[in-house]
C-alpha cells in the first residue's frame, strides 16, 4: 500500500490505542477510494508472487494456482509483513499428524480428493458441498490476517476464500440456531494423533464451535486458500475456519461437518483442558494461559530459530475490536 499510510491500531505506540482509533476511518477511505473506482490501481493484485521463495521439498505440498480471486480491499495491510511461505507452511499445529511443530510431509497422508462438506442442524436448506463446490460455488476474496496461536507465536498470511456469512445465507439457519459445529476429518488409520495420544485418549475428532452471531461476523472466513493456491494439507486442505480475533485452535482445519445447533458444542481443546482453553478464546494479552503470559508474541520467521524469534506486544482481540468488541459488550 505504498500511497496511503493511515495509522491502525497496530501501528500506533501502546498508550495511543484507543478503541476508536483511526483504523476505522482508514477503512472507510479505502472504501470510498475503490468505489470511485481508483482504488484497484494501488491494490496488490493477489498474493501469487507474496510468498518468496519455496524449497522443492515445500513445493511439492503447495495446492494448484486459485484464479479469479478478488483481494478484499479491507483486508490487504495487517501492519506486519506477510511471513514467507517457507516459515509459515512449515511450522504447524495439526495434532491429527503429530505433537510436533513439524508435520508438514506428514500431513500429505490427508486424502482429500473426493471432499464432502456437510451441513446439516438447524437450517432450512441442509447442503453437501463437494470439493468443486469449495473453490467454485462463491466468490472468492483474498484477506490478509493476523494470526495468533494462543502458545504465542504469530505470523500474517494471505488466505483466499469466502465469509463464514456467505455459507450462512445459502443453508438459512432457524430462529432455533444459536451456536456452530465444525468437524475436521478424522480417520484412525490415517490420522492417529500424536506419539503419547494413547496416554491421554484425545477426544478425536476434533471439533470446535463458534456461536451463530460469531459465524455471521464479516471477519469469519472460510480459508479454501493461501498465497494464491488452494490450501496445502498441512494447513487444513481444502478448506479450514479463520476466525483472526480468536486464538489459533479456534481454526479447526479440513473440516468435514457443520452443524447449526441450539446449544453451546463441547470443543477438542476445552475438554482436554477447560482452564487453559475457553470456548470463546478470543485474543487477549491481558488474561495469560495458566502457564504463560500472552503479553506479547513471537513473529514466526523473525529470526534463526523459534526461540529468537522477535517478540512484539499482542493486542486486544487481536488487533480486530473494530469489527468484534461489538459482540461482547
Ligand atoms: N483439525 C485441527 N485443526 C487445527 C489444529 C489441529 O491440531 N487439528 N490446530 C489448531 C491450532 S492450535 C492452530 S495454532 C492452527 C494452526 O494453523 P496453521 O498450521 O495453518 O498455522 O490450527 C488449528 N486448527
Ligand atoms: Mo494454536
Not at 167 to 193: C, H, M, N, W
Not at 201 to 210: K, R, S
Not at 243 to 268: D, M, R
Request: charged share 20%; with cysteine; aromatic share 14%.
Amino acid at each position: 500500500m505504498p500511497f496511503i499510510h493511515l495509522p491502525k491500531p497496530w501501528q500506533l505506540p501502546e498508550s495511543a490505542v484507543t478503541p476508536e482509533a483511526a483504523f476505522w476511518n482508514r477503512r472507510k477511505f479505502l472504501k470510498t477510494l475503490v468505489g470511485a473506482g481508483i482504488g484497484a490501481s494501488v491494490l496488490p493484485l493477489g498474493a501469487c508472487g507474496r510468498s518468496g521463495d519455496v524449497d522443492p521439498a515445500l513445493r511439492k505440498t503447495l495446492g494448484r494456482p486459485l484464479g479469479g480471486v478478488t483481494p478484499n480491499p479491507d483486508f490487504q495491510d495487517a501492519g506486519r509483513p506477510i511471513t514467507k511461505q517457507v516459515h509459515a507452511s512449515r511450522y504447524n499445529n495439526f495434532y491429527e499428524f503429530g505433537g510436533t511443530k513439524n508435520i508438514w510431509q506428514n500431513a500429505q497422508k490427508l486424502p482429500t480428493d473426493p471432499w464432502t462438506l456437510e451441513v446439516s442442524g438447524l437450517v432450512k436448506n441442509p447442503r453437501q458441498y463437494d470439493l468443486d463446490d469449495l473453490t467454485k460455488h462463491f466468490p472468492l476474496e483474498e484477506r490478509i490476517y493476523r494470526f495468533r496461536c494462543v502458545e504465542a507465536w504469530a505470523m500474517v498470511v494471505p488466505w483466499v476464500g469466502f465469509p463464514m456469512r456467505s455459507l450462512i445465507e445459502d443453508v438459512e439457519p432457524t430462529s432455533a440456531a444459536k451456536f456452530v459445529r465444525f468437524t475436521s476429518f478424522y480417520d484412525p488409520q490415517i490420522t492417529p494423533g500424536p506419539a503419547w495420544e494413547f496416554a491421554l485418549n484425545l477426544p478425536w475428532p476434533y471439533v470446535e464451535g463458534l456461536t451463530l452471531a460469531e459465524m455471521a461476523n464479516e471477519l469469519a472466513f472460510f480459508a479454501v486458500g493461501l498465497y494464491g493456491r488452494t490450501l496445502p494439507k498441512q494447513h487444513g486442505a481444502p478448506i479450514r475456519m479463520v476466525v483472526p480475533w480468536k486464538y489459533g485452535f479456534k481454526g479447526a482445519k479440513s473440516i468435514v461437518k457443520i452443524e447449526f445447533l441450539a446449544e453451546q458444542p463441547a470443543t477438542y481443546w476445552n475438554v482436554i483442558s477447560p482452564n487453559e482453553y475457553g470456548f470463546e478464546a478470543n485474543v487477549n494479552p491481558e488474561v495469560p494461559h495458566p502457564r504463560w503470559s500472552q503479553a506479547t508474541e513471537r513473529i514466526v520467521g523473525s529470526g534463526t530459530n523459534p526461540f529468537n524469534w522477535e517478540r512484539q506486544p499482542t493486542l486486544i482481540y487481536n488487533g480486530y475490536g473494530e469489527y468484534v468488541a461489538d459482540l461482547y459488550s
